[in-house]
């Protein structure tokens, strides 16, 4: 993978999925997982100083409208919160995500006050711990929009309001608009579950490569196997999955955009296919991102986790990622 976005970011330990085994495909979007080098004796993270995934807790949004608190009870390690955690709750209040990745410290809450309401006429504030809470990652297309460093650090509640309109306005069934998520994610709940089921990660998946047809649209790399294991359900329902069935239900997509290649034959010659073109996609996946050079500034205090914001020199694309030290990366979510 020389000379491609991960060495150009510096994870020199993670590698595509090799084998027809590894590719998960379903109604047009496919995701070749990323794994992290060696066998199963070889160590399953990018780092020991970030706390496990379950350390992480939401508080509420008591702090006021556009506020979101979690809370580290890790005694040891910092924790990370993925970037634009979106809640939707069945209670009466105003669902909220965060505009970027967050970083809580060992043993202490944070609120980040640039989030966005995602539910525009509901008042209320969301409590900590809710049964009824529900979490996923903003749909790709409203992450995008956040790639702008203005809107994302604006501490305007209502924000991303027009932007979801924008995504529900094209989909035919949906007779609501304005800046409500759940007119979207409630109705077609079963769908994104079940869609997202058909991603379960494989061994040693740290991470994946997202495709819409043969058009590479997201990477992400968790700081574990673990961390995996426990996000990958909101970035494929909540991100990916829900902008792929918005596509669908819009029809802003063209069904020959998403065709992959048709097998036929014997079982060894089904296989054999499957595995070439896994591997011509490999190669179309790096040849991909090879296209862009990412940018962003590390900061410079004596935080041992620091958050950058990405964004390519050319196109739209970009995303979040965490230096450690300054120097190793151990997280990456990227739109493309």
Known sequence: MSNSIFDQLGFTTVELGEGEEIMSVEEGMTVVPIRIQGNNDSPRNLSRNVARPERMRFRGTREGYGRMTFENTDPDHDVIVPANTMVLSDQSAQDHATSEVGIVKKSSPKTFDNCCCVQQSQGGYL????????????????????????LRRNTEYGKLWKHIDTFLKPIPNISHSGGHMEYFFKPYAKDLEDFAAQFEPVENQIGGV????????????????????????????????????????SGSIKKSQLELPRLSGDFNDVRRIIANYMESLKLQIMKALTQHTFKGSIGTGKELLKPVLLKSTKGDAGGDMIIENTQSPVYLSLVL
């Not at 900590?128 to 809470?133: F, I, N, R, V």
């Open 127 to 150: 409590t900590a711990d809710h049964d009824g809470h529900h979490y996923d990652v903003l749909p790709y297309q409203l992450r995008k929009a956040l790639l702008n460093a203005t």
């Open 210 to 249: 997202v495709l819409f047809g043969n058009k590479v649209v997201g990477v992400e790399i968790m700081p574990s196997v673990e961390h995996w294991e426990f996000y990958w359900k909101w970035l494929i329902r909540g991100c990916y999955g829900a902008q792929m069935m918005q596509y669908v239900l």
